[in-house]
């Protein structure tokens, strides 16, 4: 039997955040960034009311690579989020947050885009990513109030006691032996989620690995600066490491020196970010069949290979068999929803990058149909601070990734989560290699907001 719930009311803040140290994308590079949060309160068919929350950082040079302005492109992403709470305001249609998310994103999300899109040609316009990134933080605040309003982990509700429609309605199988009918998201879901994870740690591309890599800038605020330091403090065994994907030179040169410390401080794990650069499959092929052979130790490290190609998947169907057969390869930036993981997994594509700044009905639905088709998951961080790192937490927990998750908010603007780290200690500061979510509540995402202890700014709206 469904449990069905409407939105009655949005507000939205916005939270500028200065990073500590400089994070590249791509050919930019970052120095704050504005995280957007919004509460939104929903009505139960008993007439009880309950408020939820959802954060996501506006992250535009991952969202909106492009040579326009970086500061337009950061105004665009903040009033088209105005335009999407006011929208999901007045949307007016009841069900689970799974089926409202679905819904909105399907139907209103492209109208909205669109008109705001109108006075913008070619590369001046909003992208899709960009849109579902505007939208994830309302997404994800309307999970989280339907799981306050029923008392309970909003995970738990994923099953077919509270969804009146089955994954038939939202996905469509690519094997004959796949079905979706009479199935729902807690089929693919962890029957027993950990409470502790193994975490990865970003290598930036801008990041001093040695000493000889110092320029006397760097921050002395009583945080690691150089690799080898972030490893003893925080006992990390795994390493996400951010190379160009034009300069073949320097990339095996990175690897190849982050490699180098890994041996020495016992690392487990690489896994190799090349942010959408790579036009060729043989520029991946040729570093890995280098390593494979100079270098053993550091290949075997590889676990997997994470977007080294075009973003825009439709626009660029390269055919990616030749580097899935050396080494996992998995889509981020590419994984908008399950049908471009469909079509990434005829490409050549074998697993999944999550991220709950996707939306968080997105990311369930891209689980449910990547697991259903035998890809292999991860969960990848967008730089997550203050409240956005629990639900990015609780996808990796829940989805069952081949190696726990990515969180490196601690690494670029720490003292920013500062308030949620006082009721959350083990999901703000990496110990032993692992985050800790033991301290989260069982009701929605388990904030604990009353808790936490941050003013926020003026709304921008509601």
Known sequence: MSKQAIIREVTLHFLPVEMRVPLKFGSQVLNSVTCARARVIVEGENGCYAEGWGETPLSVAWVWPSSIDYEDRHEALKDFTIKLAKA???????????????????????QLQDEFNADRTGERGLPHLAALVCFSLLDIAVHDAYGQLHKRPIYSTYNHSFLSRDLGDFLESAAPDVRFDNAFPNDYLSPSPPSQLPVWHLVGGLDPVSEDE?????????????????????????????????????????????GQICKEENVA????????????????????DRFKVDDPVVYQKILYVEQPFPYDLDANQIDVHSVSARKPLFMDESAHDWRFVRLGRELGWNGVALKTCKTQTGALLSLCWAKAHGMGLMVQDLTNPMLAQIPHFLLAANAGTIMGVESNGMQFYPEESAPERMVHPGLYRRQKGVLD???????????????????????VYG
């Open 88 to 110: 999901l305001n007045e949307f007016g249609e009841a069900g689970h947050p799974l089926e409202i998310g679905h819904d909105f994103i399907e139907h209103r999300l492209p």
């Open 214 to 258: 110092l320029t006397g800038e760097e921050p002395n605020d009583g945080y690691p600066v150089l690799l080898r330091d972030w490893i003893r403090q925080d006992g990390l065994t795994c390493l996400k490491i951010k190379l160009r994907g034009n300069d073949e030179k320097w990339d095996c040169e990175r690897l190849s020196k982050i």
């Open 269 to 288: 794990w690489l896994t190799t970010d090349f942010n959408c650069t790579v036009r060729d499959p043989a520029y991946v092929n040729d570093i890995l």
């Open 437 to 459: 979510g033991s301290t989260l509540s069982d009701q929605g995402f388990g904030y604990r907001i009353s808790e936490i202890n941050r003013t926020l700014p003026s709304p």
